[in-house]
């Protein structure tokens, strides 16, 4: 989930007014500068890269369930299964395409959100912005998962393959894995799962979002009443890490 908690919005007749046109950017603090956005795409790469990588091993009995459920038939079996037929380290195939593709969708993913959000709330304007600020959670998560995917979706066509095919079929490192997808006009590598990937993920990723903020907006709305500036660094990630596990 995402690892900052966003400012709360702020209805516009306490925002700071200006000759100048309004930015959503400078109405937050911190302000949404260019380093901000950096260390979102940051957390997005640790935050994603990490977790999926971390249960590879759930992901490959997961991909043989799907391709051939009357041999995986449960969690436990397909991980016994593998590992008899092809050794303990087969439970790992695939972590490398995993490891860089989901790197690089969290970075847009989290990195992105941020940007669209505050372009989309500038160009609605400071009103709007706030009265319409869900519709703005939605659109923005959609337009950065609509990005994250398509630098997603190479090395998810990648893992996919090198996880589901038989011991020996297929290249197991990524380097050869990408020869062999190149080479091959019938995978349609690389972009051939993407409207199917963008049917999985952005859904997902605008529920996220848009329950993460509403999430947020509640803490600090009913429990933490205080200006949110007003608490401490450990308060504002607890509550951003009890939002995100909410949502």
């Known amino acids: 989930m995402p690892k900052q908690a966003p400012a709360v919005p702020v209805a516009p007749a306490v925002l700071a007014t200006?000759?100048?046109?309004?930015?959503?950017?400078?109405?937050?603090?911190?302000?949404?500068?260019?380093a901000f956005y950096g260390k979102c795409m940051i957390g997005g790469i640790l935050s994603c890269g990490i977790t999926h990588t971390g249960i590879t091993p759930l992901d490959v009995v997961k991909c043989n369930m799907q391709v051939n459920p009357t041999k995986y038939k449960s969690l436990l079996s397909g991980m016994k299964t593998i590992a008899s037929e092809e050794g303990i380290g087969a439970l790992y195939k695939g972590w490398a395409p995993t490891a860089f593709g989901y790197s690089m969708q969290g970075m847009c993913k989290f990195g992105f959100y941020d940007v669209f959000?505050?372009?989309?709330?500038?160009?609605?304007?400071?009103?709007?912005?706030?009265?319409?600020?869900?519709?703005?959670?939605?659109?923005g998560s959609?337009?950065?998962?609509?990005?994250?995917?398509?630098?997603?979706?190479?090395?998810?066509?990648?893992?996919?393959?090198?996880?589901?095919?038989?011991?020996?079929?297929?290249?197991?490192?990524?380097?050869?894995?990408?020869?062999?997808m190149k080479a091959n006009p019938e995978t349609r590598f690389p972009f051939g799962s993407l409207v199917p990937l963008w049917s999985r993920q952005i859904p997902y990723t605008m529920a996220k979002f848009f329950f993460f903020e509403k999430v947020v907006?509640?803490?600090?709305?009913?429990?933490?009443?205080?200006?949110?500036?007003s608490y401490p660094k450990s308060t504002q990630l607890g509550i951003t890490f009890a939002s995100g596990y909410l949502a």
């Open 142 to 180: 959609a337009s950065a998962e609509f990005f994250a995917d398509i630098l997603l979706c190479p090395m998810e066509m990648i893992k996919v393959k090198v996880q589901t095919s038989p011991a020996g079929t297929f290249p197991v490192k990524l380097s050869p894995a990408l020869a062999a």
């Open 117 to 139: 959000k505050d372009m989309y709330s500038t160009m609605a304007g400071e009103e709007n912005a706030y009265k319409y600020r869900g519709a703005i959670y939605l659109a």
């Open 18 to 34: 200006s000759a100048t046109k309004w930015d959503a950017r400078l109405s937050h603090n911190p302000v949404h500068d260019n």
């Open 217 to 229: 907006e509640a803490f600090y709305t009913y429990v933490f009443t205080e200006p949110k500036s």
